[in-house]
């Protein structure tokens, strides 16, 4: 930086220095123009999204499908099995895991005893999913 003097002759002479002090007002100002539109800038969408979940997929339990004709014949994945054959495997596939579903079809004219009977065999091996399987009117 240069100062002036009193010498009549070096008076005259232009100083060849920058001054710094109008470029560092300058920065500031861009600095604060920048620092209150910064946030101006972002285009955020509020979007409600669906949260993942790490666990592992369990595959869908087995399903059974049980019925009973007209005659109170019982019938496992349409295999004929006795009642006693039936309480048996009821019994085992209770103890596996998942537990399976047992969909249980029967005759609109089959005694109401034989299915009780079923539904208590199932509720004795363990079964608590039980689906009662129908067709709809008209067919």
């Known amino acids: 930086m240069a100062f ?3 010498d009549g002759r070096r008076g005259a002479q232009l100083t060849a220095e920058i001054n710094v002090v109008p470029l560092i007002d300058v920065m500031l100002v861009l600095l604060v123009i920048f620092i209150v539109t910064a946030p101006l800038l972002t285009h955020a969408v509020k979007l409600d999204l669906p949260r993942a979940s790490s666990s592992a997929n369990e595959p869908p339990p087995q399903r059974i499908e049980f019925a009973i004709d007209a005659s109170g014949q019982r019938f496992w994945n349409g295999e004929p099995v006795s ?22 079809r029967a005759d609109h004219r089959v005694r109401y005893g034989d299915v009780a009977q079923t539904l ?7 079964l608590t999913r039980i689906g009662f399987v129908s067709e709809p009117e008209g067919r």
Do not use: M, V, Y
């Open 4 to 6: 002036a003097s009193f």
């Open 83 to 104: 009642r006693e054959a039936a309480a048996a495997r009821l019994a085992a596939e209770g103890r596996r895991e998942p537990k399976p579903e047992l969909q249980l």
């Open 120 to 126: 208590a065999d199932a509720a004795a091996a363990g």
